[in-house]
Every structure is written in C-alpha cells, then in structure tokens.
C-alpha cells in the first residue's frame, strides 16, 4: 500500500506561519502533537525549515528539499525536485511500514502540496502575529472532518484548535 501524503502544520488566523525563519509562538501542546502525527515517519521539509530547527528530528528519517547540489547534513536524505522528495518519502515509508509521508513544511513546501495532499493536520492557533510566511488558502478541494478546541495550557501562549481535513 502506498503511504498517504499528510500535511502538518500551525496556522495563525491571518494565515502566518512563522517570520524571519523561526516559529512565532511557544505552544508545547502542539509541540506533543506534532511528535505523536509524525514519529516513525518521513518528514520532507524545505531547507529553510530545516535550517531554522538545524538538526534532524530523532525517531524520524528527514528528506530536505534545496536546488543547491552542494548541500548536505548528516542522516538527512537530500532531494532536488519534488518528485524525487515524494519517491525518497516513499521508499522510506516501505522500508519502515510508515503509513504517511508528512510535509512538515515551510510556506514554499506547503504551496506545493496543497493540491496533491490525501490529509491535513492543521493547528488553528489563536494569534495574528506579523510574518512573512503564511499558509495558502484552504480552497474547495478540501473539507474539515474533525476539529477539537482547547484553552491555552500552562505553556501555551494560545488558544488553539486540532483540525483536520480530507480532500471533497
Ligand atoms: N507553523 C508551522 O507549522 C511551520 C512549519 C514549518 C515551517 N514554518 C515556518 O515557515 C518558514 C519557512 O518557510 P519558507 O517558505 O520560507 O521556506 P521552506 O519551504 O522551509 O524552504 C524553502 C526552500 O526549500 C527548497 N525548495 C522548495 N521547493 C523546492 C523544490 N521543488 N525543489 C528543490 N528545492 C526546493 C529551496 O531551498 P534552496 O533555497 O536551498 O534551494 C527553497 O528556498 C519559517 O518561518 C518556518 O519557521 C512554520
């Protein structure tokens, strides 16, 4: 069985992602479900994500994006194009019995898969922070089939909501 293609990511309401290469919220109770959706499995990510978290996450095989041939980090499997990031993500998958590939972004990266994605994890994050990476429009392609809304925790500096999706 071929693995699906999942989307993960925090979203603030005017559809911000981060700003000057870096996350602009401390949320652990996204942190925690980020790890629980991605452990085990293959996470593609542009360089620039990878950059600003600067090491590869334990317990799952990272797949960096960048048209620089010179690059490379150790344990990190390097890709040019897409396709050969989907390919890497899904030889990865087989190997290991990972039922998903996850885009773990950024801005660049998500734009991309929007349109090809089988699921979304998106974190409705209750903040409108100045940025300049932002998540593309949710269009008619896709419908929210769960959603759960909690207050910020003690080391939240949100509100949020888990909400996810399912192409129409
Ligand atoms: N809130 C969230 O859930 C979340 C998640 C992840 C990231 N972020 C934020 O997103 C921001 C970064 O996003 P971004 O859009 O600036 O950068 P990005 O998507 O992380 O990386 C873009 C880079 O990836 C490479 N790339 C992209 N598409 C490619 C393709 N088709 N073929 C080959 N290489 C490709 C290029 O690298 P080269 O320039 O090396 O060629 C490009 O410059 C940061 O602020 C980060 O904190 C937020």
């Known amino acids: 069985m071929n693995a699906a293609l999942v989307i993960v990511a925090a979203v603030a309401r005017n559809r911000v992602i981060g700003g000057d290469n870096r996350l602009l919220w401390r949320l652990s ?18 360089r620039k994500t990878f ?21 490379s980090h150790p344990g990190v499997l390097v890709a040019h194009d897409l396709l050969q990031a989907l390919d890497l993500g899904g030889e990865t998958a087989a190997v290991t019995g990972a039922s998903d590939i996850i885009i773990a972004g950024g801005a660049d990266l998500y734009a991309q898969t ?55």
């Open 29 to 46: 109770s996204d942190l925690r479900r980020f790890k629980a959706l991605t452990l085990g499995k293959p996470l593609i990510m542009g």
């Open 51 to 71: 950059e600003s978290i600067g090491e590869p996450l334990p317990g799952r095989q990272s797949i960096v994006l960048t048209r620089d041939h010179t690059w």
């Open 114 to 168: 929007i349109g090809i994605a089988d699921r979304m994890h998106i974190t409705e994050v209750d903040l409108s922070p100045p940025g300049d990476s932002f998540f593309p429009e949710i269009g008619p392609r896709w419908k929210e089939v769960a959603r759960e809304s909690f207050p910020a925790g003690p080391q939240d500096e949100a509100a949020f909501a888990f909400v996810d999706y399912e192409p129409n």
